[in-house]
């Protein structure tokens, strides 16, 4: 993915601007940006130990051989029942506080030196991801993108209702970048 990223930036939009979008996971960090921060959340008591466990089995996978249709399904449905009733502030803080210690060791140089060399060509930079929002946009943000899309949870008086309001994963992916790309004038042709 990243070769085509180089590849689409030498070439000059007729249109529009000029958007890199790379996802986040395995692309520009080397896990699952979400399961990363598994630790914090136990620490904050989000979490049980039980859920730390199914979480590093999962990391591990997703790590081994990346994940199918079916397995990010279950991903989902997992961390949308785990996350039922967490206030999204602790959430927000929780990662807020540890964003650089759990997210700059994972960060692949050559992903960083990509997003770099867009910025400084001035091209915007859009981390896209399945993980939820209040994970990857700070994410984004510390990388330096000029936007985020991600997967949004429905939130009712403060906390995670376990439903979620949009995936954006596949054909989510899809529609969130070209929703962007209409709103902000990037070519994607």
């Not at 085509?4 to 000029?18: F, H, K, M, W």
Request: aromatic residues 8%; glycine residues 6%; charged residues 25%.
């Amino acid at each position: 993915m990243l070769d085509s990223v180089t590849a689409e930036a030498n070439r000059q939009p007729e249109n529009g601007r000029v958007a890199a979008f790379f996802d986040l996971d395995k692309t520009i960090i080397a896990k699952s940006s979400t399961l990363a921060f598994s630790k914090p959340f136990f620490d904050q008591g989000l979490i049980n130990r039980r859920s730390v466990l199914k979480s590093s089995y999962a990391q591990f996978l997703f790590l081994l051989a990346g994940a199918d249709h079916d397995q990010m399904e279950r991903m989902r449905t997992h961390l949308t029942n785990m996350c039922a009733g967490w206030d999204v502030e602790q959430v927000r803080a929780v990662v807020a506080e540890t964003l650089h210690d759990i997210v700059d060791p994972l960060v692949f140089a050559e992903a960083a030196d990509l997003i770099a060399d867009h910025k400084l060509r001035g091209h915007d930079v859009i981390v896209v991801s399945a993980s939820g929002e209040e994970v990857v946009t700070p994410i984004a943000a510390a990388l330096g993108a000029d936007h985020a899309a991600a997967t949004r949870m429905q939130v009712e008086d403060g906390r995670f209702t376990g439903e979620v309001d949009f995936y954006c994963y596949g054909e989510g992916k899809v529609d969130a970048i070209r929703e962007l790309a209409r709103l902000q004038n990037y070519d994607l042709d």
